[in-house]
């Protein structure tokens, strides 16, 4: 896929997830049809979006035919129903030559002895954002006070997000200061920052504030510096609490477990406790409610390192998180499913927030963007989006120095990546072919990244 090149995307489900790929697409100039089998979901669509939108079931071919299938380079079946999902799937498979990412959340889609079905409706790709969440979640959870965490390049090279406490030494600071004084060993970089709701590329002459929100690369060897700095921990915590039982909440209990952490879950359906006990060795389970503050109270929520809350309600998800935060809690995790409500679990003391959203959106635009560009992040907060990208043989990065390319002022080069060595990029690094490079990025100015970075 090249900058030039405008696809048509079908989009089935005018969810959360399904509005915000609609939307991101469709400002990127794409040509966008939205389909929901709800009228007022269409209908706020229709107000709200650049897009074609179409009213009825994604699983019926007039449906999709009307939104213009034929000619689809792809179709994203992000609704809540699966078999609508694999349905969309199949059908676009059958009218068009289109790629297909579809959303599951059943486990016995997703398993590997659903392979066979999922070939045979023409399932490129399945997108599990319960697995994406529990592992963004079990990040965060090892680097206590950070909002985000990405591993790129196989893990050699991390993206942290993080809001600047008061107290954190970088508070005052330029990033020109910052760079000077860790010179010759600079291996982090602050790549973006948001401040009072507007983000920008950051630029040396940046004076950094208390509660900027700061996302930053950094290679292995950079990881106890920058923490330092920002004013964050490395600790994975001991006690553990998860607040519903859930795909998530098993997935991230697995991993825990793993590490030799023992978490209390709370879950709300007998038979869904019961199954988790007998699956889980070493978690304890507790059927009840999660806003039932007696049975949070006598389990120890006061003397939880984390609380999270991942129930697919986020009022019971946000109550929850409060009443642990006014007991003791030391750090509030909330899944959070209406973005709308964002700004508000910030305001009011939640520490971190996730949405599956992310992870879909993360997947289509890895598609979307395609070509050179490996792997893509975006984030709840800021438009930004953070790349990882190959230079091209003959691209016009290949033997180039940075300084020399022509970024606009919405890119960054963060880190060069070679030879499995990754570096703070400086206007002195010259490029060559074969080299993978970690970019800061506004979605306005992508199109000029695959232009520097592409094949010719």
């Known amino acids: 896929m090249t900058d030039t090149e405008v696809m048509h995307v079908v989009i089935v489900g005018a969810g959360e997830v399904g509005m915000y790929v609609a939307d991101r697409l469709s400002r990127e100039g794409h040509d966008v049809a939205l389909i929901d089998l709800d009228r007022d979901r269409i209908a706020e669509a229709d107000e709200v979006l650049d897009a074609l939108t179409v009213q009825g079931s994604g699983s019926s071919p007039v449906t999709l035919a009307a939104a213009g299938i034929d000619r689809a380079s792809l179709l994203v079946a992000v609704s809540d129903d699966d078999e609508t999902n694999l349905v969309a799937s199949m059908i676009a498979k059958q009218l068009s030559s289109a ?107 940046v004076r950094l504030e208390a509660d900027d929100h700061l996302r930053v690369v950094c290679n292995q060897r950079g990881r106890r510096q920058l923490l330092r700095l920002l004013g964050l921990a490395r600790d994975l915590p001991r006690h553990v609490m998860l607040l519903g039982g ?6 991230l209990a697995e991993r825990l477990e793993r590490r030799g952490v023992a978490p209390v879950i709370i879950e709300r359906k007998p038979a869904r406790a ?45 109550l929850a998180c409060l009443f642990a935060k006014a007991a003791g809690a030391k750090e509030t995790i909330a899944v959070a499913h209406r973005l709308s409500l964002l700004p508000l679990l910030r305001s009011i003391g939640i520490d971190a927030a996730l949405s599956p959203r992310t992870a879909i959106a993360n997947a289509v635009l890895r598609y ?53 060595n990754a570096e703070i990029a400086r206007g002195r690094t010259r490029l060559h072919d074969q080299d993978r490079v970690i970019v800061f990025a506004l979605p306005k100015a992508v199109p000029q990244v695959h232009r520097i970075f592409g094949a010719s």
């Open 368 to 420: 979307v963007r395609g070509g050179e560009v490996s792997s893509v992040m975006t984030f709840l907060e800021g438009e930004a989006e953070v790349l990882e990208v190959d230079v091209r043989e003959g691209s016009m990065a290949d033997g180039a120095l940075v300084a020399e390319l022509p970024l606009p002022k919405d890119v960054l080069i963060g880190m060069v990546i070679r030879g499995g």
């Open 99 to 205: 790629t297909t990412i579809v959303r599951l959340e059943s486990d016995d889609l997703r398993g590997t002895d659903a392979s066979r079905l999922r070939k045979a409706m023409g399932v490129d790709r399945v997108i599990d954002p319960d697995q994406e969440t529990a592992e963004e979640i079990f990040e965060l959870l090892q680097f206590p006070g950070a909002s985000e965490i990405f591993r790129m390049v196989g893990g050699e090279v991390m993206v942290l997000g993080a809001r600047l406490p008061p107290d954190a030494p970088a508070v005052g600071r330029t990033l020109h200061d910052l760079a000077r004084e860790h010179e010759p060993h600079w291996d982090f970089l602050i790549g973006v920052v948001t401040r009072r709701g507007q983000t920008i590329i950051a630029r040396e002459d």
């Open 246 to 251: 859930g795909h998530t909440g098993r997935i």
């Open 274 to 318: 019961e199954e988790l006990a007998r699956r889980l060795e070493r978690t304890l389970v507790l059927q009840g409610e999660i806003t039932d503050s007696d049975l949070l109270t006598d389990e120890g929520v006061s003397k939880a390192d984390v609380v999270v809350a991942l129930t697919g309600e986020d009022d019971a998800n946000i």
